[in-house]
Every structure is written in C-alpha cells, then in structure tokens.
C-alpha cells in the first residue's frame, strides 16, 4: 500500500508542495510541472475563454506561490490549487463585469451631428456643456473627470471618497442620459 501512496498523483503534488514550501526550487518546478495542464484545463472549463486561459493559469499559480507559505497538506495540493484557480477565474469574470460599457453611440459625433450650424459662434464645447448640465451633479462630475478630464477612476473614487463601482454606475447611467438627450 505505501508503494500505491507513492504513486498517486495528489500524494505527490502534496509532497512536491510541501517540498517547494520548504524551498526547495527543484520540487517547486516538479510541481509546477505536475499540474500546470490540469490547472489549464479547469481555467478553460471554467472561464469559457481559452485565450485568456494561460493568462488566467499564470495568475493562479502566482496566487500559489504567493501563499505557499500557508500550505500544510491538509488538503491534496491539487485540490489546493483548484481552489486558487476557481478564485482567480471568479475574480477575473468580476473584474470584466465591473467595467464600464462603452457606448454604442459616439456621444461626441452625435452631439456635434445634434447642433444647429447655421448659428455663428456656437461650439461644440457650448451644446456639450449644455447636455451636461441636463445631468444630475453626481453623474455630471464623473463623467467629467473621468471622460472629459481622464482621471483614472480609481483616483476620481478616492477624490470624491466613494467605492470605485459608484463611479463605474455614475459615469454608465450619464452615458445612458446623453444618448437619450442625443437621440431625442
């Protein structure tokens, strides 16, 4: 029997791990080695994006790495390392939820298209203020720091000291009201 513990592939991620933990660079790469496609192939399961599989398994096992510190083999190290993936898949799928959409709609182009020409002396920066102003005050100051001004949103979050995912909705729902104002 302890030659089949020998044998089983969990067994011997954990042993590697273990190893690894201690610092030993070789069992490190043995281990990297030993699940680097099963790990791969749980990602592309689970992200349903092969492109961004290889991506995604270099994340877990940098996450690894980072925590190896912690492992005790309670666990086999290939369950251990699923986890991780499952996580960083998880993560990575609400990192993309969480971004803005870009508009179908250039808001630009359409306001320039929206203004009368016949006018003299009125510029495109006139009626785009004039839309802004239509928007509520939280909205407005987004958009305009982060699509006027290009501050980074996590930079306009901490200025005005609310969560970045306010920002994303303020600067989403100002979008959504300019091209409605634009269309109407």
């Given at each position: 029997?302890?030659?089949?513990?020998?044998?089983?592939?969990?067994?011997?991620?954990?042993?590697?791990?273990?190893?690894?933990r201690s610092g030993d660079l070789?069992?490190?790469?043995?281990?990297?080695?030993?699940?680097?496609?099963?790990?791969?192939?749980?990602?592309?399961?689970?992200?349903?994006?092969?492109?961004?599989?290889?991506?995604?398994?270099?994340?877990?096992?940098?996450?690894?790495?980072?925590?190896?510190?912690?492992?005790?083999?309670?666990?086999?190290?290939?369950?251990?390392?699923?986890?991780?993936?499952?996580?960083?898949?998880?993560?990575?799928?609400?990192?993309?939820?969480?971004?803005?959409?870009?508009?179908?709609?250039?808001?630009?182009?359409?306001?320039?298209?929206?203004?009368?020409?016949?006018l003299p002396g009125f510029e495109?920066?006139?009626?785009?203020?004039?839309l802004l102003d239509t928007l509520?005050?939280?909205?407005?100051?987004?958009?305009?720091?982060?699509?006027?001004?290009?501050?980074?949103?996590?930079?306009?979050?901490?200025?005005?000291?609310?969560?970045?995912?306010?920002?994303?909705?303020?600067?989403?729902?100002?979008?959504?009201?300019?091209?409605?104002?634009?269309?109407?």
């Open positions: 029997m302890a030659s089949a513990l020998l044998h089983d592939p969990d067994e011997t991620s954990t042993r590697l791990a273990l190893a690894a070789d069992a490190l790469d043995d281990f990297v080695r030993a699940l680097h496609r099963d790990v791969r192939r749980y990602v592309v399961h689970l992200s349903a994006d092969p492109h961004a599989a290889e991506d995604l398994t270099q994340e877990t096992f940098l996450r690894a790495l980072k925590s190896l510190h912690r492992f005790e083999g309670r666990s086999s190290a290939r369950t251990w390392l699923l986890s991780i993936a499952r996580r960083t898949v998880a993560d990575d799928l609400r990192r993309k939820a969480s971004r803005p959409r870009i508009s179908q709609q250039d808001w630009q182009f359409a306001a320039e298209q929206a203004q009368p020409r016949d495109d920066r006139i009626a785009l203020a004039e509520p005050g939280d909205r407005r100051e987004v958009f305009v720091l982060t699509q006027l001004a290009g501050v980074p949103y996590a930079q306009t979050a901490a200025r005005l000291g609310c969560p970045i995912g306010t920002v994303r909705s303020r600067v989403a729902r100002a979008r959504t009201a300019l091209a409605e104002l634009l269309a109407a």
